[in-house]
């Protein structure tokens, strides 16, 4: 296992703080009476509780870990391992590990014992705390894992009102201390997991929610993520909570695919700013089709200042309904653009700063650029060190940029002289607004042309009988490569031939070589815990659908769904 940091070039001085006692931070800013979260259970009863609720339980949990851990980390920083959605048990997990300045990593609850033993054996945790619903995953993966491991099951602790008169005080996190690891997604390899640190990421959290989200001491922010997601903790716990704001978590996000689940959690939460997955926010929108806004479901008295987007491109007419359904005080998508490795927001729309075109990602602070790999070097250059031209990089540090990254192969994160590569594609339009394209590895080529999978799925997602699209490329041994398009169809909207009129909106609106040589209805496209759409396993089921069988798709969102759609189809002879 190999390990990457940055270089030195980029690399944020952690400060002249020499320590930083990080839950004092967390829940300063917060009355002991005050609701600090409102978490909402699979069957979307809402619980909230108070900072004095969270720290009883906090200090339960941390006597619990002490015992289970002491004197193994007597002489260094504990790591917890945390099997959970985003649930009052991640959040107070999480307030854990703030109060002993440890060191978590929070692991999806859906994941298969193969791919969780993985991620055990990658952060070497020295516990790991779960649900009883849980305790034979943790156990199987276990049984994989080099490692033998307390388990603290979350739900069989007494939470029963005491004094705190007697309490221990929290740990003051180090320079050289982690705050967090999450993994990426991996399928066909180990795991990458990334590491942030507990100064400067926090700053670059609390900075990004009150920049791009207009938080302030007592709002409300939903942030409709999974806890083991980068913004599951940037926008759903550290920022909000630093900055005084409560947090919306919820543990069936697909439940709220509906608007008649989701309105009365945005009223009886009093959210500020709902911050959802693109491909929520498309669930939503077919779910309201019947009403134009809010209002006419019954909901007039939800007052939002911002509705966000994340997870993957946003298609100019998805972020257009949002606006004028849900009516928010900034009538425009904060549409967002981060990874996991930048820590949080590089850029999203701004109060000032906005397109008309919802799909744009704002435009770059001059503090933060974010460069056309062929505006910062030349050909030459970018030849020598496979740049695409249209690449985007960051040229200089920031505070959100990862402490370190492991894995099996960690991957080429920054050319030779030391500029953040975000193997993005993207262009800017004659405003200055950034359109960020796809991934650089889902550039097709046709016949000599570069064709962005981004660019054609947004175009494709302006047409009424279209949910969702995906875009992809195969060998052709006379064009180079072959564009493919699998779409979820509204199949009573579908007209008698869509290829017809999809490739007849492609010339239009790109070009004629973006037309595609195949449609494909696929119902349920695979997409990660984030709503990314899984590109990469379109291609493989068009080259090998057999070949998916052996791969461990425990990271998707929808992996059952995704199956049942492989069964049914057909693939091209």
Not at 481 to 504: C, E, G, M, R, Y
Request: charged content about 15%.
């Amino acid at each position: 296992m190999s390990i990457l940091y940055p270089p030195e070039s980029l690399v944020v001085n952690p400060t002249s703080r020499k320590t930083v006692n990080l839950y004092s931070r967390l829940f300063s800013g917060f009355h002991d009476d005050e609701h600090v979260l409102h978490a909402l259970d699979k069957s979307l009863h809402l619980t909230s509780f108070t900072k004095s609720d969270i720290h009883r339980r906090v200090l339960a949990l941390v006597g619990r870990i002490e015992y289970a851990t002491s004197p193994l980390t007597l002489n260094r920083q504990p790591r917890i391992l945390i099997v959970a959605s985003a649930s009052e048990c991640s959040f107070v997990s999480m307030s854990a590990s703030a109060f002993m300045a440890a060191h978590h990593c929070i692991c999806f609850d859906t994941l298969s014992p193969e791919s969780l033993s993985q991620r055990i054996d990658i952060f070497q945790p020295d516990v790991v705390i779960c649900l009883s619903s849980n305790r034979p995953l943790a156990e199987s993966a276990l049984s994989l894992s080099s490692l033998t491991l307390p388990i603290i099951l979350y739900d069989t602790i007494s939470f029963s009102a005491s004094s705190n008169a007697n309490s221990p005080n929290p740990n003051s996190f180090t320079p050289d201390d982690s705050l967090f690891t999450l993994f990426t997604s991996g399928s066909t390899s180990r795991p990458k997991a990334v590491t942030h640190n507990p100064f400067s990421y926090v700053d670059f959290a609390i900075h990004t929610c009150s920049l791009y989200f207009s938080l302030t001491k007592g709002c409300t922010m939903f942030t409709a993520t999974d806890a083991a997601w980068i913004n599951g903790h940037t926008y759903a716990y550290y920022g909000p909570l630093c900055i005084g704001s409560a947090t919306v978590l919820c543990e069936n996000l697909v439940a709220l695919a509906s608007i008649r689940n989701l309105a009365p959690v945005l009223q009886s939460t009093s959210t500020s700013v709902f911050y959802a997955s693109v491909t929520l926010l498309r669930l939503l929108k077919s779910s309201a089709s019947k009403y134009a806004t809010l209002a006419e479901l019954g909901y007039d008295n939800i007052n939002l200042v911002h509705v966000g987007s994340c997870g993957e491109p946003l298609a100019d007419s998805v972020g257009a309904w949002a606006v004028k359904f849900f009516q928010p005080i900034y009538p425009y998508i904060v549409n967002t653009y981060f990874q996991t490795e930048t820590g949080g927001i590089l850029t999203a729309p701004l109060p000032h700063a906005y397109s008309p075109d919802h799909s744009s990602v704002g435009m770059p602070h001059s503090q933060l650029p974010i460069s056309l790999a062929s505006h910062i070097y030349d050909t030459h250059y970018l030849s020598e060190h496979n740049l695409s031209p249209n690449e985007l990089v960051v040229p200089c540090r920031w505070d959100g940029l990862f402490q370190h990254l492991s894995g099996d192969n960690v991957g080429t994160y920054f050319t030779p002289d030391g500029h953040f590569r975000l193997h993005d594609v993207g262009h800017y339009d004659s405003s200055g607004y950034l359109f960020v394209d796809g991934r650089s590895d889902d550039v097709m080529n046709i016949y000599g042309h570069r064709i962005s999978s981004g660019e054609v799925e947004s175009v494709l997602l302006s047409l009424p009988f279209i949910h969702e699209a995906c875009s992809v490329s195969i060998p052709d041994p006379v064009t180079g490569q072959k564009h493919v398009i699998f779409a979820t169809f509204i199949h009573h909207l579908k007209p008698d031939d869509p290829t017809a009129v999809i490739n007849s909106l492609l010339t239009q609106s790109l070009t004629p070589f973006h037309k595609a040589q195949s449609v494909f209805s696929f119902d349920n496209l695979p997409k990660t815990k984030s709503g990314k759409i899984m590109r990469r396993l379109m291609r493989i089921l068009l080259d090998d659908m057999h070949a998916l069988a052996s791969l461990d798709l425990s990271t998707l969102s929808n992996k059952d769904l995704f199956f049942s759609s492989c069964r049914s189809f057909l693939p091209p002879s």
